[in-house]
């Protein structure tokens, strides 16, 4: 997976987006949000065949049959992992209770109460390169 020569204008984009869409487990929580990221900025869907589902126990259960253990496990098996204070703009981050996010500077883009907000990027405990 390659980032295209304009991914950080396509992540501004998709980012603006996306701001203010409320949360929705299958449409828009935080593991279809980083897809959606990495989609700006390469291309490619790493969701896809995998929306739809109603609740965060739905989600999981359709990782499992997918053969991962949940959606942390899945976006590890596409990307490389890195420390999280080596992640740069564009990375994926995962916080304590598997929320993921994507990197931009110190901080970490995040749906929190149904919006994107920004917290550190100290809070990070994974992050994978993309």
Aim: with cysteine; net charge neutral.
């Amino acid at each position: 997976m390659k980032r295209s020569t304009d991914w950080q204008n396509s992540l501004m984009i998709y980012l603006s987006g996306v701001h203010a869409v409320p949360f929705q487990y299958g449409i828009h929580d935080c593991a279809l949000f980083c897809a959606g990221a990495i989609e700006a900025m390469t291309g490619v869907d790493l969701a896809k065949g995998h929306r739809g589902y109603a609740s965060r126990a739905d989600g999981i259960r359709k990782m499992r049959k997918a053969g991962f253990d949940d959606h942390v496990a899945y976006f590890a098996s596409h990307l490389p992992e890195c420390h999280p204070l080596e992640a740069q703009a564009g990375d994926l981050a995962v916080l304590d209770d598997a929320a993921m996010g994507v990197v931009q500077g110190r901080g970490i883009y995040v749906l929190t109460d149904g919006l994107m907000t920004t917290v550190s990027l100290l809070q990070a405990k994974r992050a994978f390169r993309v």
